[in-house]
């Protein structure tokens, strides 16, 4: 449990520097709890409200009003938070009067957190001591039971795999689920890659010269009817459906986070499941996808800056209202040895991964040849592991209800996950 003299932080910010400041608190969880984040300037009032937090650590300029609306506005909805202005100079001083504290952009955990605490009132403004600060961990969440994660009727289950770093085999278990969901059954599993500027899972799925991508679907906004889709649409082993990322990465930026939206609402209405294979940062498009996803795999190497990175993701998905329950880590053996065992990696973590994937030699001759190893090597360990994770992903009413025939037009069902009144 966390102490009651815990602080309670909002944090206003671009994503990329969230992600940052997470992984610098981490292990102060016990007396700082990052109750929310808002990643667009417009938001943070609204967040404030929502989350009334002791302190808003708001970086310079990030805020929409001039200063002093933005104080009164504040105030008016949050009146006991108080400001943390994090800055981009070095020197520190608290310039006007509706900052509480400040902090440089580049000062360690250990500086920010005396920071926080400044502005929160809990040590006077000349610093004082640092005391106390010592991480501890003892009371990390327990990973809560498995439960079965329903997608509402008419609509595919969507499965989004991610990793903040790259080559931890994020889009090596995108494919392999993709294609075990597909299960040779045309219309059942989609992999959308939005992995937008070097996305290769169609090179995996050896769909690589197929023409058409999602940069293709993007360009007709809300207007994606089945048969459009169908023609963009690539198909790869096991008659998985493959929407490729573009071609080039120039191509990649045409696609916005609102068409993001509109091409995953068409592609999920047509399949039981959907699989989306995601780049290793976060911008507004992954955000977008977490916000549709009924699962988030993080996917995990075994090598401490993966597992920070998961750490701080885990954080982040919390502070945006993701449900825990939605969110499972899966470790992945990328090397044949390793230093750490699946509890060291669970104990920094604080939960319990779903399942933990072996190391294989012939994963990348199978990615190279695009036939995945849940094709290729059928009875190898980690092929039966990636099916069990797709067991356990995979939910029998939802595929009743859609497969075969696409389904007419429905009324789209998402809910907006991380909006107002999500917890
Ligand atoms: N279980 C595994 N066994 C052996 N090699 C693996 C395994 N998982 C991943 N790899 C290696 O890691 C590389 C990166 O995988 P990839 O799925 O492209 O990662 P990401 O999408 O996270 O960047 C692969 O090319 C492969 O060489
Ligand atoms: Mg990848």
């Known amino acids: 449990m966390r102490g009651e003299n815990v602080i309670r932080v909002l944090i206003a910010d671009e994503i990329a520097r969230i992600v940052g400041d997470l992984e610098k608190l981490e292990p102060y969880t016990d007396v700082v709890d990052v109750c929310g984040v808002a990643h667009q300037p417009s938001a943070v009032i609204e967040e404030a409200w929502l989350r009334q937090p002791d302190v808003l650590v708001l970086h310079e300029g990030f805020a929409e009003l001039p200063t002093a609306d933005f104080a009164a506005h504040l105030g008016s909805v949050s ?20 900052t509480a504290a400040a902090v440089s952009e580049s000062a360690g955990g250990a500086e920010l957190l005396q920071a926080i605490r400044i502005a929160a009132g809990v040590l006077p403004p000349s610093g004082g001591r640092r005391d106390a600060t010592q991480p501890d961990n003892t009371d990390a969440a327990v990973e809560p039971g498995q439960r079965g994660i329903r997608a509402p009727r008419g609509r595919a289950t969507v499965v989004v795999t991610f990793s903040g770093k790259g080559g931890t085999g994020t889009s090596m278990v995108a494919t392999n689920l993709a294609v075990t ?14 992995d937008l500027q070097f996305g290769d899972a169609a090179a995996m799925l050896h769909v690589e010269n197929h023409l058409l991508s999602i940069a293709d679907l993007a360009a007709h906004g809300d207007d994606i009817d089945t048969a459009l889709l169908d023609d963009v649409l690539a198909t790869g082993p096991a008659e998985v459906r493959i929407l490729r990322a573009p071609s080039s990465p120039e191509l990649g930026e045409t696609v ?43 996917v995990t190497s075994y090598n401490l800056s993966a597992v920070r990175g998961t750490k ?18 899966v470790l992945n053996h990328t090397r044949p ?26 994963v990348d001759p ?8 849940v094709v290729a090597q059928p009875r190898s360990e980690l092929a039966r592991r990636l099916v069990a994770l797709a067991d356990l992903i995979a939910v029998p009413a939802a595929v009743e209800e859609v497969e075969g025939e696409l389904p007419a037009p429905a009324p789209p069902v998402y809910r907006r996950r991380f909006s107002l009144g999500r917890r």
Request: hydrophobic share 50%; proline share 5%; net charge negative.
């Open 312 to 329: 701080a993701t885990l954080l982040l998905l919390e502070a945006l209202g993701v449900d825990p329950d939605r969110v499972g880590v």
């Open 256 to 298: 916005v986070a609102a068409n993001l939206r509109s091409i995953m609402r068409a592609t999920a209405k047509a399949h039981a499941f959907v699989v989306v294979d995601t780049p290793s940062h976060i911008d507004e498009r992954v955000l977008e996808v977490f916000e549709l996803a009924d699962r988030v795999l993080l």
């Open 337 to 362: 040895r390793t230093n750490y065992r699946r509890e060291d990696i669970e104990e920094i973590l604080g939960r319990t991964s779903l399942i933990d994937l072996p190391y294989d030699p012939r």
């Open 181 to 194: 969901l597909a299960d040779g059954a045309g219309g059942r599993a989609a992999l959308v890659d939005v």
């Open 79 to 98: 009146p006991a938070t108080r400001v943390l202005l994090m800055t981009a100079a070095d020197a520190l001083a608290v310039a006007d009067s509706w």
């Open 366 to 373: 199978s990615l190279d040849s695009g036939t995945p190893i």
